[in-house]
Structure formats: C-alpha cells, structure tokens
C-alpha cells in the first residue's frame, strides 16, 4: 500500500536517551517534513527537507537532528531527549512545486519521555 | 510572528445542515491555503486546497479564501456524523512554501 510508514507507532523513553523515529515513503514525493502535535498548539513544523541531500529548519529544530540520504527515508533522532519532548510526532512528504502544502501524513508516533 | 488563528470549538451542528468554519492568517505574503481533517486519533488528511481569492467547491465541500481580510473558510453542506472531527487550517508563507503554519484546529461535531 502505497504512503507513509511509521516506526514506532508508540515508545516510552527515559530522560537522556537517544532516540530515532523512522518515516519510509514510496510515493517518490522530493519533500518530506517532521511535525510535532501537542494538545492546543496545533502541528508545528520540526525540519523539512526539499529533495534528497537537503534538510532546513522549521518552527522548532531545538534538540532534534534530521537526514536525507535518500528520498524515501527521513528519520528524526532526538540526541538526548526530554520530557517537554513528549509529543505526537508526524511525518509528511509532498511533491514540489505548486503542489507544496498538500501534505500526507503518516500515521504518527507517540513518544513520552519520563 | 506569522500566525493562523481557529476557533476551537467544538462548534455543533444538527445532520443536514451548513456547517462553517473558520480561519484568519496574520502573514499578508501567504499564497497556499489547505484545509485538513483529522479524526481523534489519526493523522490529518488534505481535503481542500486553495491558491486564489474566491470560492472553490468540491462536493459537499467549499473552500473560500479572501485575500484581503486574510480570511479563509470552509464549509460542508449536508453535514453528516461522519464529518465529526477536527479541522485544521495551514498557511504556505512566501518566503518558504515548505513552512506551513498549522492553525491549532476547530473540532466540529455533528449531532443526528
């Protein structure tokens, strides 16, 4: 089935730990994107990469890293993490272009960080 | 800082009826405009988009977007209990259209 695939769907993780959320895509779409959904705050954008090779930072890059080696993977590591970092994370991707905006999701992670 | 604001709601309409939601954006720049739903527990899904001012339809859906006021709309005719679910409203800036701005989302429910 073609889309987003999410690893995991769920983890509970001790302060101070690294952690790497995986985002595999097969639509071959150039754009991919990490969104963080906290009650109230709504989707706010962690970091976005354009095409392949490429990663930008969005509205909250603070104490996450991503990369893009190729176009179907964009994983997310939190290099040591906390508990304001207990969130609903979702992947998107998009093509480029015009169609920039119309985003697929995943079907997202949760994280809670004790 | 750019924004896009939403009611929270839940804004609550009988089956049947027009169903209207919402939007204001603070970035007079914006070109892009997308309305996503997305059931409680689920990842959000694009129902409409809309890149000029006026109206655009789709089914049951039409998306309205004036420019001028920074002002976007949704509404859903024939609101069905199956639309029940929290509509998000995001902005494409200029200067980035990779950097949507995600308003915080209007729950609507739809009484039977």
């Known amino acids: 089935i073609a889309g987003i695939t999410q690893a995991p769907t769920s983890q509970i993780l001790a302060a101070g730990r690294r952690m790497t959320l995986r985002c595999t895509q097969d639509?071959?779409?150039?754009?991919m994107y990490w969104y963080r959904q906290d009650l109230g705050l709504g989707l706010r954008l962690i970091h976005y990469?354009?095409?392949?090779?490429?990663?930008g930072k969005g509205e909250v890059p603070d104490g996450y890293s991503v990369s893009r080696a190729n176009t179907d993977d964009f994983p997310l590591t939190l290099a040591s993490a906390v508990p304001s970092q207990t969130s609903v994370y979702f992947c998107a991707s998009s093509d480029s272009g015009e169609d920039t905006g119309e985003l697929f999701f995943g079907e997202g992670s949760r994280l809670t960080v004790l | 800082q750019k924004e896009v604001e939403q009611n929270s709601g839940p804004l609550s309409v009988p089956e049947g009826a027009i169903a209207s939601l919402n939007c204001t954006y603070s970035?007079?720049?914006?070109?892009?405009f997308f309305w996503y739903r997305q059931y409680s527990g689920k990842s959000p899904e694009l129902i409409m988009s809309i890149y000029s001012n006026g109206d655009k339809e789709d089914g049951r859906f039409t998306a309205q977007l004036n420019k001028a006021s920074q002002y976007v709309s949704l509404l859903i005719r024939d609101s069905q209990p199956s639309d029940s679910a929290t509509y998000l409203c995001a902005a494409g800036p200029r200067d980035s259209s990779y950097k949507l701005i995600f308003g915080s989302g209007t729950r609507l429910l739809v009484r039977p």
């Open positions: 990469s354009n095409t392949a090779g490429t990663t």
């Open positions: 970035d007079r720049g914006s070109q892009s």
């Open positions: 639509m071959r779409h150039n754009a």
